[in-house]
């Protein structure tokens, strides 16, 4: 079996795998990074994306002979020394999870598009994340996580002023 | 955060390490003597004063000091532990309970770390959660759980401080004089643990305006978590020496192995070993299949694709969804021929000229419930004798993703001789579930895979296998009549109901009941049944029933209203009549007061009843179900090219007091996609027995452009609180449907509108 080094999160990892063993596998298998994860295998759902070299990609389609020098940054990589990525306190604070599976994925777009477009609209964030199924239907709070995280606008999920009446 | 942000980072790497799996080990409790009945609860209020050393988990990095009952733990560092004790599948009920619990004992929230409890019924009552009932289940026993910590605290309090403990009160993780002065939990933990158990009848739940946790608005327990990528998903276990496996079901349900290229898949790279299993032919436990393993997930689905099998289908489904649609069409218009429902004489009122009647014939297909995450499991066989278990017994451990952990022992008895005790299963976060998971049979599968291999494995499913071997919401066809007198009012109303069966038996989800709204409400009313034969399976999904009925029935009723010109609000109203209870102090029962409240409010938010521009309308229903009165406005627009755009839907909800504000929001915005996403493109076909679509190429999900803002409304009535994970979703479809009409005038009566022409 071939063996490849793959740069995750900033450090190398020699690995054997098939040369067409999907990235997605070569992170939860083998480097037990688990926080990627698989809903379709073939590059519909987004639950598997990941950063190559800044840039979202689908693992589940990518090779990992295809990776090279290509930095590769997951979720487990996402926040910084500072503590967590501004997304990723947007998506506590917004309490946007619902079943949570999609979210690693959708964070991971989303992180994607504020490092290109600090300040997207809602249409690009709707481009940007139309990749990216939640099953469970969390869209707006992760638009509103994304603005308010962006510094664009506060939460907007607390629509429900609650009508009392006994 | 900060200290939780390096507990975090410290768990990525430990996980990344291999040596952290999603199971949580813990003591096993002391069970009492003479549990039972009313000692169940008892058992779980039974305090105890811990010590560090007691072979508590060091993972809790908490110093235990005492433990108040089954539910809540306090440590010498003021934290408090509450066991959530049910399965999370994104509905909330993790965070939702533990603020009951909470709520009740007088903790500060921000105090709570939550954590998932053993699966251990004589402890903690019963586990799973579905149906949308585990909240109404278990709001009484939460609060007796914080309740009666709580009054130990306060005679813990009341020792220390020499006061009477009447003149305490407990609030913010403290018991306070009302001289002012206090103690934290903290310091009063060992003594509380040590006050006798107060007489469950005897404590006094705090009144609803003193709640300052209960329904306010609280992040999810597991966020950190899953935001981070931490291990919590089922498909997220690791345990060491695990092997990987794929299992190959035949594609027509119910097929049985003849034979397969095993020598050729088992020589491919990274499978360890393949195999023919046979099975008991029941497709809720095991059936017939091939087993690949291996040192990854890739190498087991690579060679599954590789797999060349031959089936005996002989005994195997032979369900056509063409010929369904077919025999559905002969018999539309026509009466069944079991009866459902007789009441007054629907023919004298139809043949009355006097009055307006319609007919249609509406159509819902099966749909898959697409988890995110795909069916898995993890599992250890560890036999007698073995390195792994010297003991005398086989031992199972499980790790499942599950709405249902015990119903993991049934089919563990009976294929594998196992009793309970010899079983350990690990209750694990779902990526979704809307009802598929209360079947186990991917258990079953892994548990005959590792016996076989003798090593722990997990078994992922393809996304392929997912859709192939789901348990389907049921399709149908329902032909309807109604009358609509001279007035306008509702005056008959008939059902023929085209339903599923299999071996003589409804399938869940597929039925039309006496209770089912308007027949209660009207003096003729009729419902006849035919039922088709299938052998398809079929489960819950996302409120039974009442998914499909919803759309028929109130879609239909919007028809009449048009037909007899009226406004179909008011139409619904006159309908529902006098406020009443059908059968007063039956939650499940239709209460018209609350109905008519949600349609109002409904109606209001949305604006409903304004002119709207031409190729945009507003379409209303309202739907009860799971205990919870529903109404929605759906506002859309359709361009030319059937191009549907929702732009709104407003809910007005009445399930109770809400527990946690952003969860219960987040439960109906995620139902109104979910319900939209359902609508727009969802249909699952079989033919030969096959099911047709197989991935998200074919079966697809409403993406973030196309989603509805969702503007939510409660009303808080003072009835028992009750779940939110199905009840928004019925009305959704026959409000979208309504609108579509009144902007178009073409009237939805096939599920989905893809089929239909929209897009
Ligand atoms: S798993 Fe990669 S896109 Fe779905
Ligand atoms: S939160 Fe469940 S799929 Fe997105």
């Not at chain 2, 966020?223 to 997220?236: E, M």
């Not at chain 2, 859309?636 to 969860?663: E, F, Y």
């Amino acid at each position: 079996m071939p063996t490849y080094t793959i740069n995750v999160n900033g450090n190398d990892h020699e690995l054997e795998a098939e040369a067409d063993m999907p990235l997605l596998w070569a992170l939860r298998d083998t480097l037990g990074l688990i926080g990627t994860k698989f809903g379709c295998g073939i590059a519909q759902c987004g639950a598997c994306t990941v950063h190559l070299n800044g840039a979202p990609m689908r693992s589940c389609s990518l090779p990992v002979s295809a990776v090279g020098k290509q930095a590769v940054r997951t979720i487990e990589g996402l926040a910084g020394d500072q503590g967590l990525h501004a997304l990723q306190e947007a998506w506590i604070e917004q309490d946007v999870a619902q079943c949570g599976y999609c979210q690693a994925g959708q964070i991971m777009s989303a992180a994607a598009l504020l490092a290109r477009n600090a300040k997207p609209t809602d249409d690009d964030i709707d481009a940007a994340m139309a990749g990216n199924y939640c099953r469970c239907g969390t869209y707006n709070r992760i638009r509103s996580a994304i603005q308010s995280a962006a510094g664009n606008r506060q939460a907007q999920w607390v629509n429900a002023a609650p009508e009392i009446q006994s | 955060m900060s200290d939780l942000f390096e507990s975090v980072r410290r768990a990525i790497a430990k996980q990344q390490n291999g040596q952290a799996n999603g199971g949580i080990d813990r003591r096993s409790f002391v069970k009492l003597a003479g549990i039972g009945g009313s000692g169940l609860l008892l058992a779980a209020m039974a305090p105890k004063v811990l010590s560090a050393t007691d072979g508590s988990p060091a993972e809790d990095t908490l110093l235990v000091s005492a433990e108040l009952n089954a539910f809540v733990k306090i440590a010498t560092d003021g934290k408090i532990t509450i066991y959530s004790s049910n399965a999370e599948m994104g509905q909330g009920i993790k965070t939702a309970l533990p603020m009951v619990i909470a709520e009740e004992l007088g903790a500060k929230w921000e105090d709570v770390v939550v954590v998932q409890s053993p699966i251990d019924e004589a402890r903690f009552g019963r586990h799973g959660a579905g149906g949308s009932t585990t909240v109404n289940r278990t709001f009484d026993q939460m609060r007796t759980m914080g309740a009666s910590a709580r009054e130990m605290f306060i005679g813990a309090g009341a020792l220390v401080m020499e006061v009477p403990r009447e003149e305490l009160t407990a609030a913010n993780s403290r018991v306070t004089h009302v001289s002012g002065q206090f103690r934290t939990f903290a310091q009063l933990a060992t003594l509380a643990a040590q006050q006798e158990v107060p007489d469950p009848d005897a404590l006094v739940f705090k009144e609803r305006q003193d709640y300052t946790i209960i329904g306010s608005a609280v992040s999810g327990v597991d966020n950190l978590a899953i935001t981070s990528g931490l291990a919590l998903f089922g498909i997220d276990t690791r345990v060491p020496d695990m092997l990987y496996a794929a299992y190959h079901k035949c594609p027509a349900i119910g097929g049985r192995v003849v034979s397969a290229n095993i020598d050729e898949i088992k020589r491919l790279p990274g499978v360890v070993d393949a195999f023919v299993v046979k099975g008991n032919g029941d497709v809720r436990e095991l059936l017939d299949g091939i087993a690949i393993v291996g040192t990854n997930t890739h190498a087991v689905f690579s060679a599954k694709r590789k797999l060349k099998v031959k089936w005996d289908e002989s005994q195997a489904s032979k369900d056509s969804w063409s010929a369904m649609a077919a025999r559905a069409q002969s018999l539309k218009g026509r009466r069944g021929s079991e009866e459902g429902l007789v009441k007054g004489d629907v023919d004298s009122v139809f043949a009355d000229k006097n009055n307006t009647t319609l007919e249609a014939f509406y159509e819902y297909p099966f749909v898959a419930h697409l988890c995110m995450e795909p069916m898995n499991c993890t599992g250890h066989y560890r036999k007698a004798g073995s390195k792994a278990n010297p003991g005398t017994k086989d031992e199972l451990e499980l790790w499942i993703p599950t709405q249902a952990p015990t119903r993991a022992y049934g089919p563990a008895k009976s294929l594998f001789g196992l009793e309970p005790e010899q079983i350990k299963v690990h209750q694990m976060r779902l990526g979704g579930s809307f009802g598929r998971r209360v079947y186990n049979e991917y258990v079953c599968e892994v548990t005959e895979i590792s016996k076989r291999m003798e090593a722990p494995v997990k078994l992922t499913w393809t996304r392929e296998d997912d859709i192939h071997h789901d348990f389907f919401r049921v399709g149908g066809f329902q032909s309807v009549k109604g009358s609509v007198d001279n007035k306008g009012k509702l005056v008959a109303f008939e059902n023929h109901h085209m339903g599923m069966q299999t071996n003589g038996k409804p399938v869940v989800g597929s039925g039309f009941r006496p209770v089912e709204f308007p027949l209660q409400n009207i003096d003729n009313a009729l419902v006849t049944h035919t039922m088709f034969d299938i052998a398809t399976p079929c489960g819950p999904w996302r409120a039974p029933q009442s998914n499909t009925n919803a759309f028929v029935v109130q879609s239909f009723l919007d028809e009449l209203a048009h037909a007899s010109k009226r406004d179909y609000a008011k139409f619904l109203l006159e309908i529902l009549g006098e406020p009443r209870w059908f059968e007063p102090g039956n939650i499940r029962s239709l209460n018209t007061g609350r109905a008519a409240d949600v349609i109002n409010l409904a109606v209001e938010k949305s604006g409903w009843g304004r002119a709207m521009p031409k190729g945009s309308g507003l379409g209303l229903a309202f739907f009860f179900s799971h205990a919870a009165h529903v109404a929605e406005v759906a506002h859309v627009s359709v361009d030319k090219n059937k191009k549907l755009r929702v732009h709104k839907v407003t809910v007005a909800v009445d399930v109770g007091p809400i527990i946690n504000m952003s969860g219960a929001t987040s439960q109906v915005e995620g139902a109104v996609i979910d319900g939209l996403s359902t609508m727009m493109a969802q249909k699952i076909t079989m033919e030969k027995g096959r099911i047709q679509q197989s991935n998200f190429h074919d079966y697809t999900v409403l993406r973030m452009p196309a989603a509805p803002k969702v503007d939510i409304h409660f009303i808080q009535s003072d009835h028992a609180p009750t779940g939110l994970g199905e009840p928004a979703l019925p009305p959704l479809a026959p409000a979208i449907g309504n609108a579509i009409f009144a902007a178009t005038g073409h009237r939805v009566r096939k599920m989905p509108l893809s089929e239909e022409g929209y897009s």
